[in-house]
């Protein structure tokens, strides 16, 4: 066999170790590319809830607003919180899978989450807005929001749980300096 076309001084063996050692790392980088197209995927479940949540508490705070004057503090509180899970989400939204954001958002939800414990409760507190025609449908479909969300915020954190496992795991944990792949964060 003509060997002519192979540089000299570079034997079979090493040939094949480098292209054994190219197809893993190739196999490898699709491996946690896949991963994290999963930990996106999760996220846009989670996004659609969030943004489903905001609008019914935008259109409770509507109809209750009028008659919780004197519960401004309440009203503001989730205002602030609401705000603060919007900008969370935006900055997520663009790369779910960053560790920072998430924890970023993951404390905005329990900002949020009391504030609109505090918000209900003040509005059962309240006869007339307890039965109210505009109000009733919000807290109900907040009320049956709830687990979705939960389930959402499940389905992503085990999302991220499997990505962050296959990056740490040697020998792959040699390609994130190559690939740029970083830990993401849970909610």
């Known amino acids: 066999m003509d060997a002519a076309w192979m540089p000299a001084g570079l034997p079979w063996g090493w040939i094949c170790l480098l292209l054994v050692l190219g197809l893993w790392m190739l196999g490898a ?7 994290r197209g999963a930990v996106s995927a ?12 905001q609008q019914l508490i935008g259109a409770l705070l509507d109809a209750a607003l ?3 004057d004197s519960e401004r503090g309440a009203v503001d509180a989730v205002v602030g919180a609401q705000i603060q899970v919007a900008t969370a989400a935006e900055v997520l939204r ?17 900002s ?8 209900v409760a003040l509005v059962e507190t309240h006869g007339e807005l307890r039965f109210d025609p505009q109000v009733q449908p919000s807290l109900r479909a907040l009320g049956e929001l709830a687990p979705r969300l939960a389930f959402a915020r499940e389905s992503f954190n085990e999302a ?3 990505y962050n496992a296959a990056i740490d795991q040697f020998p792959t944990r040699l390609l994130n300096g190559v690939f740029r792949f970083e830990r993401a964060g849970t909610l």
Do not use: F, H, M, Y
């Open 160 to 162: 991220v749980l499997r």
């Open 29 to 35: 980088r699709n491996r946690i590319v896949a991963l």
């Open 66 to 68: 009028p008659r919780l």
């Open 112 to 119: 949020l989450t009391s504030a609109l414990v505090r918000l």
């Open 94 to 110: 663009k790369r779910p899978t960053r560790e920072e954001p998430a924890a970023v958002l993951a404390r905005a939800e329990i």
């Open 42 to 53: 999760a996220w846009q479940q989670v996004d659609g809830v969030v943004k489903a949540r």
